[in-house]
C-alpha cells in the first residue's frame, strides 16, 4: 500500500518495487479476515470473483502501471488513492465490520501519513469516506459492526504483522542510510586526509620551489646572491629609485692579488678566502643592501638611497675591515685587501649598464694605482 525505500539498484524505480511487496503483503493479511468473515454467509461467484481480483490480481496490476509510468512518485500517490478508496468500499460493502474496518483504516492511514505527512491524514480520510460512499449507493447501505472471535483475532493478527512488517522495512532503510551515511563520513574523512595530504605536498612543493628559486639566485660557494639575480633586482632598485627621487650608488670590490693565493696556498684556500670576505661583505651591509657575488674575485655591493659622499665612507670602512681581515688556512694565515670601484646615480649613470661600467672603470684604476683603495668614477 505504500512505498519504503530500502533499494538502489533495481531494474525498475524503487517506489514501484517497495510498493509491489508491500502491497502484496497488506491485501494478503487483510484478505484472511474478510474471507472468513464471509464465509459463512456462503457468498456467490460475483464475490470470489471480486474479492480475488482485489487482493491478488489488484496488487500486480498496479505494480505493472507503475513501472511504466513516466512519474513513479506521482503514480504511486495516485495507487494510494485507489487503495483507500477500495479499502473504503470493502468496509462499507461488508458492513463496518469492526476489526476489519480498524485494520483498513490504520494500514491505508499509515500509508498515507507515510507518503504524504500531514495531508495524507485528510487525503486517506476523503478517500476512504468517498469509497464507502460509493460502495453504499451499489449495496444498500447497512452497519454490521459484530465479528467472531477467529475474524477478530486474525484481523488483529494481520494488523500487527503489517505493522511489524512496516517496522522492518522502515528499520532496513534508517539501517542502510545510516551505512550510506557511515560510508560517505568515511569517504569524507578519507577526501580530508587526502586533501590535507596534498595540502602538504603542495607546501612542500611550494618550499622546494622557493628553494630552487632561492638556490638559482644564489652563490653556491659564498651563498651571496649572483649576478643573475642581480640583473633582476637591479633595475627594479634603480626604477625605484628614480621613482622616489633617491640616489643609489654601486661598489665594485675585487680581491686583490687573488690569483697569488690560488698560487701559493691552492684553491681550497682560495675558495676559503673568497667565503671569509663574503661574509664579512654580509655582515657589514645593511638591510636593504644587495650583497652579490659579480664573478670570480668580484663583489658587487649595491646601496639604495645613499650618496655619492657617505658611499665614499662606506667604502673606506669596508677597505679597513679587510685589511684587519685575515683568513686562516690549514697552517697559513693569508691576508686580504680589496680594490673598491665606485659610481652613483645619478652622478655617473642613469642606466643598470652604464652604472656597472662606470663602477668597473672605476675599479680599473683603483687597482692600477695601487690597490687597497676605492676610487670612484671620474675621480683624479
Known sequence: MTAVAVGTTRSHHWIAANSFRVRLAAFALVGIPIALHVLPRQPGPLFWTLFLVQFFAYPHILSWLSQRARNHEKAEHNNLIVDS????????????PLWISVALF????LNHTITLGRKGILVCVLSIC??????????????????????TLTSIIGLA???SLMGIEFFSYI?????????VDEQKRTLETANHALQQQIVKINDLQEKLREQANRDSLTGLFNRRYLEGTLERELARCKRENVPLTMLLLDIDHFKLVNDTYGHQAGDEVLRVFARALQESARTEDIVCRYGGEEFLLVLPKMPLNIARGRAT?????????????????????????IAAVPDHATG???LIRCADQALYRAKSTGRDRAVAFNEA
Open 85 to 96: 478508496l477500495a479499502s473504503g468500499a470493502w468496509a462499507a460493502g461488508l458492513g463496518f
Open 106 to 109: 490504520l494500514a491505508a492511514l
Open 130 to 151: 468517498v469509497g464507502a460512499l460509493a460502495s453504499t449507493t451499489v449495496i444498500a447501505f447497512h452497519v454490521s459492526t459484530d465479528t467472531d472471535g477467529l475474524v
Open 161 to 163: 504483522v503489517y505493522l
Open 175 to 183: 539501517r542502510r542510510l545510516h551505512e550510506v551515511q557511515d560510508a
Open 317 to 341: 670602512q669596508l677597505l679597513d675591515l679587510f685589511r684587519r681581515t685575515t683568513v686562516s688556512f690549514e697552517n697559513s694565515r693569508i691576508p686580504v685587501t680589496t680594490s673598491i670601484g
Open 352 to 354: 643598470v649598464e652604464s
